[in-house]
């Protein structure tokens, strides 16, 4: 009789491990998706800031008017900027990143605060991307990965 009840602790006392385990990887996946989203949305608020800086400096910038990509996101209101997919919001940073190049070395005080707030965006982004990345990895691994395409969760896409 003893050994059965000493089984039967030993069965539970494992079983309770494992789903205490189990219940503290999806509060850490959980945990993870947030912060995740928590810096996407301050990097996409950041470029569109970011977007709009430099489209209110346009006339200083003689190359503004060749990338039309600029002006048709920093025209649309803020539900349409909602709306745009990721391709799109690809192509807007890139095209900052091709403004930020393109910018004097002078030390003109327009162009320091739109390289100022491009090398805030920037940092911003590989903050994203470095939160992705430990995401993606988490979600991936066993078992984990079991339980994370059950609830939904997806791999994140890097930007830029």
């Known amino acids: ?27 850490r996946m959980f945990k993870l998706w947030q912060d995740v989203s928590r810096h996407e949305v301050a990097f996409h608020r950041n470029l569109f800031d970011t977007a709009r800086a430099f489209a209110h400096h346009a006339e200083t910038l003689d190359i503004f008017q060749d990338l039309e990509i600029m002006q048709e996101f920093t025209d649309g209101d803020k539900d349409e900027r909602k709306s745009l997919g990721l391709e799109e919001r690809q192509a807007l940073f890139k095209a900052l990143q091709t403004l930020y190049v393109s910018l004097d070395e002078e030390n003109v005080k327009p162009h320091a605060e739109l390289r100022e707030k491009f090398e805030a965006l920037q940092t911003l982004r590989l903050r994203y991307n470095s939160k992705v990345l430990y995401y ?20 994140k896409e890097y930007f830029g």
Not at 7 to 24: E, S
Request: hydrophobic residues 60%.
């Open 136 to 155: 993606n990895r988490f979600i991936m691994m066993f078992p984990m990965r079991l339980f994370a395409r059950r609830m939904g969760f997806e791999e």
């Open 1 to 27: 009789m003893l050994d059965y009840l000493s089984d039967i602790i030993i069965i539970l006392v494992l079983v309770g491990i494992v789903v205490f385990v189990v219940i503290n990887r999806r509060n």
